[in-house]
């Protein structure tokens, strides 16, 4: 008997020291004690002695608690909630800016290169072969449409123009011929055939004068020229190379003694007063960009130069390797700086300026979940936001949803922020 009792009692008061335990030093039937300010309720321990929330003994000075488990689509890093202790936000680097709206336009960029603009642009070479005798255009100079660049001895050329006095010849012995056989047919002195024949004749000669002519313009000649070796005046085997339009020399390779052909130019005339920017876009912008909209091309070499003009034509195909498409502007070329294949970037405006929510770049972390953003919701405390973003612009993007415009977010040190989230949501805080 004695021994049971011994036995109830050491049992009893196993149960009390394990309930004693359990209970933080409270006996089970006893309420939860009442705690000061000092007291850390997540982790059961004081405030000065917590290493975890005290940010004098956290980490760096800064506290990261976890609030709650994430619930079914939420971000988990946004459920962390960041305190930064005094003075660590400069030991970290942390910078906060106000998210703004600001009235600003859509566009899209792309790498972009410098060409002349094709319709007033040109390779001039001579129409026959033959040998350079001179050149009168050098390179950069000024020309006006009909200005003489080169002169080429060609025997081509005198072999065409013989064959166009020998046309004119062989019309004025036509002429003669047909006058005085219609002389004849009026007396009737020869049959109506032979009158006939003789004005068939008179034709065809016509004929040929025209198309030996025909030929003299199609290898350069004017109107005037043709008429003058149709005179005799001109038999030389002297081919003039002349500008087409007025423009600048851009390019001149014609060397007096050298062979010229139509397969080897001599020179290349451009109007240089506009110039064409080929701009490589992504295949997403198709749909944004158009004809007509406004264009601005910056170079490095000129920094706070813009060259504006606009869009023109979109190319028809997309690069293989860049899944590019090469949009065309036609932009002025004040004071002449531009030149082809110069390289730069280019912005087209696709859409007008209108009020847009903004967030800097820096500010934007993406936690392979979400894109956030760190709100500073009181002094040195911040809370991972989830943000919606829309177009990206020069600094920043749109945000079309998760901000109001006037909250601090972190913007130097964001990422550091991130990082302390991410151990806060792992339980590392």
């Excluded at 129409?127 to 080169?150: D, F, H, I, K, N």
């Excluded at 979940?369 to 911040?382: K, S």
Aim: aromatic letters at 6%; hydrophobic letters at 45%; a neutral charge.
């Amino acid at each position: 008997m004695k021994s049971s009792i011994l036995t109830g009692v050491v049992f009893l008061a196993l149960i009390s020291a394990f309930a004693w335990t359990a209970g933080h030093g409270r006996l089970p039937w006893e309420g939860p004690p009442a705690h000061g300010t000092d007291w850390c309720e997540p982790h059961q321990v004081e405030l000065s002695k917590c290493e975890s929330c005290n940010p004098k003994l956290a980490r760096g000075g800064t506290v990261v608690t976890r609030m709650r488990e994430p619930k079914e689509g939420e971000c988990p890093n946004t459920l962390v909630k960041i305190e930064l202790g005094p003075g660590a936000a400069e030991r970290a680097g942390v910078r906060t800016a106000a998210v703004e709206s600001r009235a600003i336009a859509e566009t899209a960029r792309g790498n972009a290169e410098t060409e002349f603009v094709p319709s007033a642009w040109a390779r001039v070479g001579p129409r026959l072969g033959g040998v350079v005798r001179s050149v009168s255009a050098a390179l950069g100079q000024q020309v006006e449409a009909g200005t003489p660049l080169a002169i080429v001895d060609s025997a081509e050329l005198s072999q065409a123009k013989a064959a166009h006095l020998q046309a004119v010849a062989a019309r004025e012995l036509r002429q003669e011929l047909y006058t005085k056989t219609r002389e004849l047919f009026e007396k009737r002195l020869v049959a109506g055939k032979d009158e006939l024949e003789a004005r068939t004749v008179l034709e065809e000669a016509r004929l040929m004068v025209q198309a030996a002519a025909l030929r003299l313009r199609g290898l350069g000649l004017s109107e005037e020229q043709v008429s003058e070796v149709e005179k005799g005046k001109d038999v030389s085997a002297s081919l003039t190379v002349s500008a087409p339009f007025a423009g600048t020399v851009v390019a001149a390779s014609a060397v007096v003694g050298e062979a010229a052909s139509p397969e080897r130019p001599l020179f290349e005339i451009a109007s240089v007063e506009r110039m064409w920017v080929v701009i490589d876009l992504p295949e997403s912008d198709l749909t944004r960009v158009v004809a007509g909209q406004r264009a601005v091309f910056l170079l490095e070499s000129f920094p706070g130069k813009k060259f504006v003009g606009k869009v023109v034509s979109l190319g028809g195909s997309v690069d293989d390797e860049t899944r590019t498409v090469k949009a065309y502007a036609e932009v002025k070329n004040a004071d002449g700086l531009l030149r082809a294949h110069m390289f730069g970037r280019a912005e087209i405006t696709v859409k007008s300026a209108e009020a847009k929510l903004l967030v800097p770049r820096e500010a934007v972390q993406n936690d392979g979940d979400c894109l956030l953003v760190f709100v500073e919701t009181t002094a040195r405390v911040f809370q991972a936001r989830k943000i919606e973003t829309g177009a990206e612009f020069e600094g920043g993007f749109e945000v079309k949803g998760g901000l109001v415009a006037g909250e601090k977010v972190a913007t130097t040190g964001s990422f550091l922020l991130k990082t302390e989230a991410m151990k806060g949501q792992m339980g590392a805080g």
